[in-house]
T-cell receptor, first 114, second 114 residues
Framework: AQSVSQHNHHVILSEAASLELGCNYS??????LFWYVQYPGQHLQLLLKYFSGDPLVKGIKGFEAEFIKSKFSFNLRKPSVQWSDTAEYFCAVNPNNAGNMLTFGGGTRLMVKP | ETGVTQTPRHLVMGMTNKKSLKCEQHLGHNAMYWYKQSAKKPLELMFV???????ENNSVPSRFSPECPNSSHLFLHLHTLQPEDSALYLC?????????????FGPGTRLTVL
């Protein structure tokens, strides 16, 4: 069975710092990749997704992620974080032959200090 | 935002109680999902429904009994739960479970089993 690893469980940054959250998955076939975000007190919502094409994907609120197939990675980045980016971030993987079944990583809790 | 709603938001129950969680989606989707989010564990898929038919049961114990009377409503009936079942239960929906697509999540029900 596939698994998803998010190595950073907690990240604390100051405003304007750059962000990179790691996501690695274990699955040898073609995958679809997602980042979801959960802001305090809000629903889990989609940040960005990759299905095919350009491996650099841009999402909402200035976030982007890069799919590196050879490294089985889909890291999330933002050049300059804001206090409002404080949230928990989840990476999820969907094998191409598994319908819409998602396997989630354990999440990374980001705190941005003003 | 009223896309996916869940009630109750919080539930405390004893091990001998019977209770139900309710989920309703207002997005016209055909697929609905139950997830379990336990402390320090990744989000785990429990059940998938497509047009009211259960298409996935991720080895969930029988003390959890899902019901999907129509494509807009999903229930999770609970009986004789254990303290380790305490978790956040999330409902999600998507257009079609056989196609990779964004899942829209509800706010969750925080369940505590005493």
């Amino acid at each position: 069975a596939q698994s998803v690893s998010q190595h950073n469980h907690h990240v604390i940054l100051s405003e304007a710092a750059s962000l990179e959250l790691g996501c690695n998955y274990s699955y040898g076939g073609t995958v679809n990749l997602f980042w979801y975000v959960q802001y305090p007190g809000q629903h889990l919502q989609l940040l960005l997704k990759y299905f095919s094409g350009d491996p650099l994907v841009k999402g909402i609120k200035g976030f982007e992620a890069e799919f590196i197939k050879s490294k089985f990675s889909f890291n999330l980045r933002k050049p300059s974080v804001q206090w409002s980016d404080t949230a928990e971030y989840f990476c999820a993987v969907n094998p191409n032959n598994a319908g819409n079944m998602l396997t989630f990583g354990g999440g990374t809790r980001l705190m941005v200090k003003p | 935002e009223t896309g996916v709603t869940q009630t109750p938001r919080h539930l405390v129950m004893g091990m001998t109680n019977k209770k139900s969680l309710k989920c309703e989606q207002h997005l016209g989707h055909n697929a609905m999902y139950w997830y379990k989010q336990s402390a320090k564990k990744p989000l785990e898929l429990m059940f998938v429904y497509n047009f009211k038919e259960q298409t996935e049961n991720n080895s969930v114990p029988s003390r959890f009994s899902p019901e999907c009377p129509n494509s807009s409503h999903l229930f999770l009936h609970l009986h004789t739960l254990q303290p380790e079942d305490s978790a956040l239960y999330l409902c999600a929906s998507s257009q079609d479970p056989s196609v990779t697509d964004t899942q829209y999540f509800g706010p969750g029900t925080r369940l505590t089993v005493l």
